[in-house]
């Protein structure tokens, strides 16, 4: 156990939808990254919060957006869901910008 | 830009065969190097890493050798076990790029080992 939690487990919605994926870095870790991980694409950065604020952006949709929280948990927002988002989406924590990641079980979200 | 290419699998092996998974990468600055596994159904464990070149990793009986003359960071267990099976991902962080510590991954190579 990592101590990185994300919720939920499983998401299954229709095209078209907005669905929101949580994560709960491991107690004292500021910074939180966003992958997503595709048989397609394999596993991609998606963005980069430090503190609450965003740090660095990858091949991110602008269908997709994300916030870190003054409890430093953050939320991974997708809109206007296609087919093509069903992937599993990681969350990972490090204590500062430069340390070691750490990984959570992920989100599979599935889009029909 | 930076990118990391890693062997094809599936790689089948017997259990307590020599294991190899080649990983080279390119990278702007001073990349430092990562060994992810992935076990069936869960997230990506970190098994080891290098910084700088001509360190060696080691964990669990893996080792890997930041090579900077071959740009390679190649994945060896002498005796691999059942349990050994999983996805290993290769991956590296460079902020020489964009002053971010992301990790760019390989395509993931799997690992069968038969009893």
């Known amino acids: 156990d990592s101590g990185v939690t994300q919720t939920p487990k499983h998401l299954i919605t229709a095209t078209g939808q907005r669905v929101t994926l949580r994560c709960s870095p491991r107690?004292?870790?500021?910074?939180v990254y966003w992958y997503q991980q595709s048989l397609d694409q394999g596993l991609q950065f998606l963005i980069q919060?430090?503190?609450?604020?965003?740090?660095a952006k990858g091949n991110i949709l602008e269908r997709f957006s994300a916030q870190q929280f003054p409890d430093l948990h953050s939320e991974l927002n997708l809109s206007s869901l296609e087919l093509g988002d069903s992937a599993l989406y990681f969350c990972?924590?490090?204590?500062?910008?430069?340390?070691?990641?750490?990984f959570g079980p992920g989100t599979r979200l599935t889009v029909t | 830009g930076n990118s990391v290419t890693q062997m094809e699998g599936p790689v089948t092996l017997s259990e307590e065969a020599f294991l190899t998974i080649n990983c080279t990468y390119t990278?702007?600055?001073?990349?430092?190097l990562f060994w992810y596994v992935q076990y069936p159904g869960e997230g990506l464990q970190l098994l080891l890493k290098a910084t700088k070149a001509d360190d060696k990793g080691s964990n669990k009986g893996f080792e890997a050798t930041y090579r900077k003359e071959t740009t390679s960071f190649h994945l060896e267990k002498g005796s691999v076990q059942v349990s050994d099976s999983a996805v290993y991902f290769c991956?590296?962080?460079?902020?020489?790029?964009?002053?971010?510590?992301?990790?760019?991954f390989g395509s993931g190579t799997r690992l069968l080992v038969r009893p």
């Open positions: 991956a590296l962080s460079d902020p020489s790029e964009d002053s971010s510590y992301k990790l760019i």
């Open positions: 107690s004292g870790d500021l910074s």
């Open positions: 990972a924590s490090s204590a500062t910008i430069n340390s070691e990641q750490y």
């Open positions: 919060y430090y503190n609450g604020e965003e740090r």
């Open positions: 990278a702007t600055g001073y990349p430092s």
